[in-house]
C-alpha cells in the first residue's frame, strides 16, 4: 500500500482539454453574440461542439434549448464490464486499430456479494474469467485504460481520477453524471453511443433544457447531500428531469463537500436528468489535490468565466431549495420518487401497511462511500457501541474504490464498522445489481423491508425478490436504523434501550470532509492501466461460449412501408429497461445477444391477461414474451410493442433496445419515452413513436394488424414528416388509424435505415 502522490502520474494525460475548449467557448460566445448569458451547463456543452459555428449561427440560446441536434466530440468514455461487452463487440466491428478518445474499463458489475470481499472477489473472478479476460485484451489490443475486478466502481474511479471540471465524458452507465460533482458533463449512454465516440464520429444529442437547483442555507445536524436529490425526486419525479441538465447554483453550493455534490448528480438519474453539475468551488479544488490532481485545479481556477454561469443566465425550470432546513428523508418503497421526509415516515408506514421490522441495512456503493460518509457513519457505530448496542439485522458496507476502502482500512474506519458485526463486500456493485445472494433466511415471495444508502430500488433489484420493500436513505439513517432493527425508529428523536435498562438516543453523525493524511491508492495489483495499445494482442471470442458472440449486423430497413406488423404484447404501467432486459442472473450474457435475448421484456406487465410475462398467441395459447417473439421471428411475422410513459426509464442499457430488434420487433409505440433508450432503440434499427393522442392507447390490442404510414418518407426525408398507423382490430377487422409524433434527427434517420447506427459507422469506417 502506497500513499496517492501529491501529483498523480498520469495528471497531465487526464487533464481536460482546457486550451482548445476555451478556444471553443470564444467562438461559441462570438457567434451567440453579447446579448445571451448562459449558463455553465451550456458553456461546457457548446464549447465541446464539432462545429460550433454551424451550429449556433443565427440562434438564441432559447431557440437552441429543447430544439436543436448538437453534434458533439467529447473528451472521454468509460464503460463497465456489463455495458463493455457490447460495446467493444461493436467497436470491434469498425475495424479501427484503436480508439479515438482516451477511454476506461471497469470491472465492477458481475461481482456477487454474499460473504465479504475476501471469497466473494476471488470466487467472481473465478465465475467471469471467460469476460475478464475478453476485456482486458481488448483493453491492450485497443490502447484502453483497465480496472480490473476489485478496484472499484466505474463512478467512483471516475470521480477519483478523470473527472474535472469543464470536461465533457460519455459513460456506459446511467449514473455516470456522478462525475458532476467535480463540475463536468458526464452523460449515460448506450454502448452504440459510447462507440460513436470511440470511433471519433461526433455524438448527437437534442440540446437539453436547462433546470436551475437553487441551494440556499447550509445542512445540519442529520441532513445530508444524499436528501437534497431523495427530497428533489420527491418534487420532481421520476420523469421530472426527462430532457433537461439539472445546473445547481446558488450559496448553499459553497458548504458542500465535492463528494456530496457527486451522491447529487449520481442520482439525477433517479429523474430522468440528461445530467447534472455543479459550478467548481473550493471543495472541488480540494478533493482535486487530495487525489494527486491539483495541476488540474489550478488550470480550472485559471479558466475563470468559463467555469461558472453567467450571472444573468435564465433557467428554464427553477427550484429552490433550502439546505438548512432539509430533513432526512426515506424513499420508497419501489421507485426512488415516493419521498417521505423522516418525521413523517412512521405515519407512511401505518398509511401503507409497509413491514414494521427491518431485515437488513446496506451502505456504500457508487453512490454513499466517499471518506465523509464513511466517517460520519463510523461516528454512528462508534456510539453505539459506547452505549453497548449491536445492529439487529445484517449489516453490509460496500467501498466504492480500492481507494477508498484502503483509505478507510488505514484509518480504522473500517475496522470500526467490522467490530460491530458490519460485513465488507468487495469494492464493486454487488447487491446493488442484484448480484446480493441473502443468508439471512428471506426467501423469494417473503415481504420484507430493507433500507439501501444505494440510489435505485425498482422491484427485485438487489435480491431479485419482487417482495422486497427497497427504501433508499443516507449511508447515516440506514446505520442508526440498523441498531433499532424497526423501520418506524426516528433516530432524530427516538431513543433505544440499552443492554444496561437505560434509553439511548443517536447524536447527529459528525465526520471529515477528505482524509487528513491523504488517500491511501492501496492494492496496485487492481491497477494495471495499459494505456499504450498493441494490435497483435488476441481478443478471444469462442464460437462455443455461451456468454459472448461476435455480433452479425442487422439487416437494413427495407425499401417500404411496414405492413402486417403485429401487437406482441401491450403493456401496461411502468416499464423501466429492468422489465425490459433483466438484470441479476442475466448480467452473465450480456455478450451474447441470443441468450440474453430470453429475458425480453419478461418484467413487462400485459395489459390483456394482467400478468407479467405472459402473452397469448394468434391460436389462443398462452407463453413467455421472449418465446412469442422467437415464434413470431421464425414464421417472418413483423412486430411492434405498445406501451405507457417513460418507457425504457431507469438505465442506459442498450441490451433493451438490441433484445427486441434481434427477435424481430420492428416499433415501439409508446405514451412517452425515457431519453436514452428513446435513442438507443433509434440506434439499433427500431422505430419509437409516441401517441399524438394518449387515449389512443386503448384503441390499440395484442395481435392486432399494424401497417405504417408515411414511415418510409420520413426516414428517407431525413426525418421530416408524420407517421400514421392503420389498425386492423384482431378480433372485429375495424380499422382505425393512430396519428403518431417522433423525435428523428437526419442522421437517427440514416441509422434505421441503414439497419443501425453502427451499420452505418461501419461503413463510414471502411470507407
Ligand atoms: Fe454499480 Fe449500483 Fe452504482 Fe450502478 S448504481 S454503478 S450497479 S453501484
Known amino acids: 500500500a502506497s500513499a496517492i502522490p501529491k501529483v498523480h502520474p498520469n495528471c497531465n494525460a487526464r487533464t481536460p482539454p482546457y486550451e482548445k475548449l476555451q478556444k471553443n467557448y470564444e467562438t461559441v460566445r462570438r457567434v451567440l453574440g453579447s446579448g445571451n448569458s448562459l449558463t455553465l451547463a451550456e458553456k461546457i456543452v ?45 467497436f470491434m466491428s469498425c475495424g479501427l486499430p484503436t480508439t479515438a478518445v482516451p477511454a476506461s474499463i471497469h470491472c465492477d458489475h458481475m461481482i456477487v456479494g454474499e460473504k465479504g470481499a475476501d471469497v466473494d472477489l476471488p470466487e467472481s473472478i473465478k465465475g467471469n474469467k471467460e469476460i475478464f479476460d475478453f476485456l482486458e485484451s481488448a483493453a491492450t489490443k485497443y490502447g484502453i485504460e483497465f480496472w480490473a475486478p476489485g478496484s472499484g466502481i466505474i463512478h467512483q474511479i471516475v470521480l477519483e481520477n478523470y473527472s474535472a471540471p469543464g470536461l465533457m465524458m460519455l459513460g456506459t452507465d446511467s449514473h455516470t453524471p456522478n462525475g458532476g460533482g467535480l463540475g463536468a458533463i458526464c452523460i449515460g449512454v448506450g454502448g452504440a453511443d459510447a462507440v460513436d465516440a470511440l470511433v471519433d464520429a461526433p455524438w448527437e444529442l437534442k440540446a437539453p433544457k436547462i433546470l436551475g437547483v437553487r441551494l440556499e442555507g447550509k445542512l ?7 436528501d437534497v436529490i431523495l427530497n428533489l425526486a420527491g418534487q420532481l419525479t421520476v420523469r421530472g ?56 485545479a489550478e488550470k480550472a481556477t485559471a479558466a475563470g468565466d468559463f467555469l461558472s454561469a453567467d450571472s444573468k443566465a435564465e433557467y428554464d425550470k427553477l427550484i429552490t431549495i433550502n439546505l438548512s432546513e432539509l430533513e432526512p428523508h426515506i424513499n420508497g418503497p419501489f421507485t426512488p420518487d415516493l419521498s417521505t421526509p423522516l418525521s413523517k415516515f412512521k405515519d407512511a408506514i401505518t398509511d401503507n401497511g409497509w413491514p414494521t421490522d427491518l431485515s437488513a441495512g446496506l451502505i456504500g456503493s457508487c453512490t454513499n462511500s466517499s471518506y465523509q460518509d464513511m466517517t460520519r457513519v463510523e461516528s454512528i457505530v462508534n456510539q453505539a457501541r459506547e452505549a453497548g448496542l449491536k445492529p439487529k439485522v445484517d449489516f453490509f458496507v460496500t467501498p466504492g474504490s480500492e481507494q477508498i476502502r484502503a483509505t478507510l482500512e488505514r484509518d480504522r474506519t473500517l475496522d470500526v464498522l467490522e467490530s460491530a458485526g458490519g460485513v465488507i463486500l468487495a469494492n464493486a456493485c454487488g447487491p446493488c445489481i442484484g448480484q446480493w445472494k441473502r443468508t439471512d433466511g428471506v426467501k423469494k415471495g417473503d415481504s420484507n423491508a430493507i433500507l439501501t444508502s444505494f440510489n435505485r430500488n425498482f422491484r427485485a433489484r438487489n435480491d431479485g425478490n419482487p417482495d422486497t420493500m427497497n427504501f433508499l436513505a443516507s449511508p447515516e439513517i440506514v446505520t442508526a436504523m440498523v441498531y433499532s432493527g424497526k423501520m418506524d425508529f426516528d433516530p432524530t428523536v427516538d431513543s433505544i434501550q440499552t443492554p444496561s435498562g437505560s434509553n439511548f438516543k443517536f447524536s447527529p453523525p459528525e465526520g471529515e470532509e477528505l482524509p487528513q493524511n491523504g488517500f491511501e491508492a492501496g492494492r496496485s495489483t487492481f491497477f494495471p492501466a495499459k494505456a499504450t495499445p498493441n494490435p497483435q494482442t488476441e481478443v478471444v471470442v469462442s464460437p462455443s461460449s455461451t456468454r459472448l458472440a461476435v455480433l452479425e449486423p442487422f439487416p437494413p430497413f427495407p425499401k417500404t412501408e411496414l405492413s402486417d406488423l403485429r401487437v406482441l404484447v401491450k403493456v401496461r404501467g411502468k416499464c423501466t429497461t429492468d422489465h425490459i432486459s433483466a438484470a441479476g442472473k442475466w448480467l452473465a450474457y450480456k455478450g451474447h445477444l441470443e441468450n440474453i435475448s430470453n429475458n425480453t421484456l419478461i418484467g413487462a406487465l400485459n395489459a390483456e391477461t394482467d400478468a407479467v410475462n405472459t402473452v397469448v398467441d394468434f391460436d389462443g395459447s398462452k407463453t413467455s414474451i421472449p418465446d412469442l417473439a422467437r415464434r413470431w421471428k421464425e414464421k417472418g ?44 432503440l433509434k440506434k439499433q434499427g427500431l422505430v419509437p413513436l409516441t401517441f399524438v393522442n394518449e387515449s389512443d392507447y386503448d384503441l390499440i390490442d395484442p395481435r392486432d394488424q399494424v401497417t405504417t404510414v408515411g414511415l418510409h418518407d420520413m426516414l428517407s426525408n431525413g426525418g421530416q414528416g408524420t407517421v400514421q398507423l392503420e389498425i386492423v382490430k384482431e378480433k372485429t377487422g375495424e380499422k382505425k388509424l393512430i396519428q403518431t409524433a417522433h423525435t428523428f434527427s437526419k442522421d437517427q434517420a440514416e441509422w434505421v435505415l441503414a439497419g443501425s447506427a453502427l451499420n452505418l459507422l461501419a461503413k463510414m469506417a471502411k470507407a
Request: charged letters at 15%; proline letters at 4%.
Open 46 to 90: 457548446y464549447s465541446h461542439l464539432e462545429n460550433p459555428e454551424a451550429t449556433l449561427s443565427g440562434k438564441d440560446t432559447s431557440s437552441i434549448r429543447g430544439n436543436a441536434y448538437l453534434k458533439l466530440k467529447v473528451d472521454r468514455v468509460a464503460m463497465q464490464d456489463a455495458s463493455a461487452q457490447m460495446a467493444l463487440l461493436q
Open 220 to 226: 445540519n445536524g442529520w441532513a445530508t447531500p444524499k
Open 241 to 296: 428531469g426527462t430532457g433537461y441538465i439539472v445546473e445547481y447554483h446558488g450559496e448553499g453550493v459553497q458548504s458542500l463537500s465535492c463528494t456530496g455534490m457527486a451522491t447529487i448528480c449520481n442520482m439525477g438519474a433517479e429523474i430522468g436528468a440528461t445530467t447534472s453539475l455543479f459550478p467548481f468551488t473550493p471543495s472541488m479544488s480540494r478533493y482535486l489535490q487530495a487525489t494527486g490532481r491539483g495541476p488540474i
Open 637 to 680: 411475422v413483423g412486430w411492434l410493442v405498445v406501451a405507457e410513459w417513460n418507457y425504457g426509464e431507469g438505465s442506459a442499457r442498450e441490451h433493451a433496445a438490441l433484445q427486441p430488434r434481434y427477435l424481430g420487433g420492428s416499433i415501439v409505440l409508446a405514451k412517452s419515452f425515457a431519453r436514452i433508450h428513446e435513442t438507443n
